[in-house]
């Protein structure tokens, strides 16, 4: 089991930055590729980036890349997303996930995670 807790959400002005956190119990949590997960009211849920483990590639979504930074550490048991030019279209409920699986796609689909934290709010004024 992995208990995961993300933090680090709030209100920012566009073009603001915040940095997420997502801390992760239980053992051998460097075993496992994190996605970060958003979702605003009344669309899907949408993979914005993907750390893989073990210092591999990071992932991120097109509207995103050279934006956000995905970054973990593993000796805390922690992920971290750097978002920065923040637009009001960044605004949802932004979750982490575990994913165990060694893959060679991105693995946007929420199904293929199995672990999951409840979610940070971030809100993005114009």
């Known amino acids: 089991q992995v208990q995961m807790v993300e933090s680090g959400g709030g209100l920012v002005e566009t073009g603001g930055s915040l940095r997420l956190s997502c801390a992760a119990s239980g053992r051998t949590f460097s075993a496992y590729a994190v996605g970060w997960f958003r979702q605003a009211p009344g669309k899907e849920r949408e993979l914005v980036a993907r750390i893989a483990r073990g210092g591999g590639t990071t992932y991120y979504v097109d509207s995103v890349k050279g934006r956000f930074t995905g970054s973990r550490d593993d000796a805390k048991n922690t992920v971290y997303l750097q978002m920065s030019s923040l637009t009001p279209g960044d605004g949802a409920a932004y979750y982490c996930?575990?994913?165990?699986?060694?893959?060679?796609?991105?693995?946007?689909?929420?199904?293929?995670?199995?672990?999951w934290g409840r979610g940070t709010q971030v809100a993005v004024s114009s």
């Open positions: 996930a575990a994913d165990s699986r060694v893959r060679s796609d991105p693995a946007p689909c929420p199904g293929e995670y199995e672990y």
